[in-house]
């Protein structure tokens, strides 16, 4: 089964389309590095504000034609042949491949509430398609919207980009208990909270340390911790260039910081494989 990983958080700016798109492109590279016969990623971006396919793509006009929300009006047969034929290859890289969001998708989200098999628009189409990817990110929006719960409905493995900030981690449970329920109430037993990532660390600011140290030491959520990337300027710099963190500066901290991620998140799948 092809795992599909979600980046999701409730709050803007935590670093959502920034871990999705770098983790997306580490894990081609790694699985190339490792002599995977199959190195392809395909980033979903559900987020009407595009911000990972521009960065990707370089483009964010995509519309009714060539986009995810092309995919969601389709007629429910028809749905995996669009998605097949919407998906493009990143400038990043020829294996990176992108399902690019749309303005159109806030829109056709108000569209789509309250039609029946709603939720599951964007997991069935995936599910038929998905085997053709070593690995799926997905990209959501920041709020707990139907395009969110679609993302979560197409998901095996949620993380949880926080802001190392009080107002964020007390916000944690709450994303943490939305996930249980798509899991629970539509019956999606795969979906998971795999990691929680903190981001925009900075090791100067006691309260960013205080507050690291109790995600570290909470019985829950400190197993869950998967990461911690620094707070960088060339994070910027790399999105204004619209190039990966890799590619912008391989030794800025917070490439370091991804490139530990990714491996720790295919070390974990590795475990739970077994
Ligand atoms: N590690 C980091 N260090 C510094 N700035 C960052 C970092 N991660 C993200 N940013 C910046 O924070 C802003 C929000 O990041 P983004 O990934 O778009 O968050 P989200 O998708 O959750 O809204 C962007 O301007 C981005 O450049
Ligand atoms: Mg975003």
């Given at each position: 089964?092809?795992?599909?990983?979600?980046?999701?958080?409730?709050?803007?700016?935590?670093?959502?389309?920034?871990?999705?798109?770098?983790?997306?492109?580490?894990?081609?590279?790694?699985?190339?590095?490792?002599?995977?016969?199959?190195?392809?990623?395909?980033?979903?971006?559900?987020?009407?504000?595009?911000?990972?396919?521009?960065?990707?793509?370089?483009?964010?006009?995509?519309?009714?034609?060539?986009?995810l929300?092309?995919?969601?009006?389709?007629?429910?047969?028809?749905?995996?042949?669009?998605?097949?034929?919407?998906?493009v290859?990143?400038?990043?890289?020829?294996?990176?491949?992108?399902?690019?969001?749309?303005?159109?998708?806030?829109?056709?989200?108000?569209?789509?509430?309250?039609?029946?098999?709603a939720?599951?628009?964007?997991?069935?189409?995936?599910?038929?398609?998905?085997?053709?990817?070593?690995?799926?990110?997905?990209?959501?929006?920041?709020?707990?919207?139907?395009?969110?719960?679609?993302?979560?409905?197409?998901?095996?493995?949620?993380?949880?980009p926080?802001?190392?900030?009080?107002?964020?981690?007390?916000?944690?449970?709450?994303?943490?208990?939305?996930?249980?329920?798509?899991?629970?109430?539509?019956?999606?037993?795969?979906?998971?909270?795999?990691?929680?990532?903190?981001?925009?660390?900075?090791?100067?600011?006691?309260?960013?340390?205080?507050?690291?140290?109790?995600?570290?030491?909470?019985?829950?959520?400190?197993?869950?911790?998967?990461?911690?990337?620094?707070?960088?300027?060339?994070?910027?710099?790399?999105?204004?260039?619209?190039?990966?963190?890799?590619?912008?500066?391989?030794?800025?901290?917070?490439?370091?910081?991804?490139?530990?991620?990714?491996?720790?998140?295919?070390?974990?799948?590795?475990g739970?494989?077994?």
């Amino acid at each position: 089964m092809t795992r599909v990983f979600v980046l999701t958080n409730h709050k803007g700016g935590v670093g959502k389309s920034t871990s999705a798109t770098n983790i997306a492109f580490g894990l081609t590279g790694l699985l190339r590095r490792a002599g995977a016969a199959n190195c392809r990623v395909l980033l979903i971006d559900t987020d009407s504000q595009s911000h990972a396919t521009l960065v990707t793509t370089g483009r964010n006009d995509f519309g009714t034609d060539d986009s995810l929300y092309s995919v969601l009006m389709a007629d429910r047969q028809a749905a995996p042949q669009v998605m097949a034929s919407v998906i493009v290859q990143s400038h990043w890289d020829a294996d990176l491949h992108v399902l690019p969001a749309s303005a159109l998708l806030e829109g056709g989200e108000r569209e789509l509430m309250g039609v029946a098999g709603a939720p599951y628009r964007l997991a069935d189409p995936l599910s038929r398609i998905a085997g053709h990817y070593a690995a799926v990110v997905i990209d959501t929006r920041p709020s707990f919207s139907l395009m969110t719960e679609m993302a979560l409905v197409a998901a095996t493995d949620a993380i949880i980009p926080v802001e190392p900030r009080y107002l964020e981690t007390v916000g944690l449970l709450s994303v943490m208990n939305k996930i249980n329920d798509v899991r629970e109430g539509w019956r999606r037993p795969d979906l998971r909270v795999s990691g929680i990532l903190v981001t925009k660390m900075d090791s100067r600011v006691k309260g960013h340390n205080h507050l690291l140290d109790e995600l570290k030491s909470h019985n829950i959520l400190g197993r869950l911790l998967c990461g911690v990337i620094p707070a960088n300027e060339a994070v910027s710099y790399a999105h204004r260039e619209h190039v990966s963190i890799f590619a912008h500066d391989p030794k800025a901290p917070a490439s370091h910081a991804y490139a530990q991620l990714i491996g720790t998140l295919v070390k974990r799948l590795k475990g739970s494989a077994a």
